[in-house]
């Protein structure tokens, strides 16, 4: 039972554009939404979190859409650079222990 | 890197045989995780620790089994590999500071032929 589904899997966007990646989950027991950014060989990495009391969380170029009753989320990345590509993924959290992840976005920007 | 570090970075076994993976933390973090990535699956939780010799399952912790005798130390033990375990597996640690953020190790390759 896949809880946090993501799409697309691939995204090409060129540079300067605006890249777009969404979630939507079922559980509404779910707190905090963050989002990760794994680059190849590495580990993914903490990129940016909302939690559902806003709707809007802007850091940099990075902005979480967050859509409660819609049950959906979303990162945008304003501006896109070839520096972006990698794969992202959104996960959810319900209180303070386990994270359920998507199934990851590779993000490819072209020039 | 949050002080993780992650061995052996790569391994190759064979069917049947037992393997161990290690996860060393040097900040003194309470929770550990143990999870697999696989294409098309993203990260699946196998399996936690909430502090040392507390441990529970995560949503694929079948044919896997874990322990922590140290705050440090997280181990994970395929007990008779199967190919179906052939994965790229990261560990991660929960920091509570501020905002709740779980960092990952650099990774574990393993196959198993």
């Known amino acids: 039972q896949q809880q946090v589904k993501q799409s697309p899997q691939s995204l090409i966007v060129q540079k300067g554009g605006i890249s777009i990646i969404n979630c939507a989950y079922e559980n509404t027991a779910f707190d905090y939404f963050p989002w990760y950014q794994q680059f190849p060989g590495k580990g993914p990495a903490l990129l940016i979190a909302i939690r559902p009391d806003v709707s809007e969380k802007k850091e940099g170029r990075f902005t979480i859409s967050f859509n409660k009753s819609a049950k959906q989320f979303s990162l945008h990345i304003m501006d896109s650079q070839p520096g972006d590509s990698a794969t992202y993924f959104c996960?959810?959290?319900?209180?303070?222990?386990?994270?359920?992840f998507g199934t990851g976005t590779r993000l490819t920007i072209i020039p | 890197d949050a002080g993780i570090t992650q061995s052996p970075r790569h391994k190759v076994t064979e069917t049947g045989t037992p393997v161990t993976l290690r996860c060393h933390q040097t900040e003194n973090h309470r929770y550990m995780y143990w999870y697999r990535q696989d294409p098309g699956h993203g990260l699946r939780l196998i399996h936690y620790s909430y502090g040392v010799k507390d441990t529970d399952k995560g949503e694929v912790s079948d044919g896997y089994s874990v322990s922590r005798s140290k705050t440090e130390d997280f181990l994970l033990t395929l007990e008779s590999a199967t190919s179906s375990q052939t994965s790229v597996y990261f560990c991660?640690?929960?920091?509570?500071?501020?905002?709740?953020?779980?960092?990952f190790g650099p990774g574990t390759r393993l196959t198993v032929t």
């Open positions: 991660a640690i929960l920091r509570l500071a501020g905002r709740y953020e779980q960092y």
């Open positions: 996960a959810a959290m319900e209180g303070n222990e386990k994270l359920t």
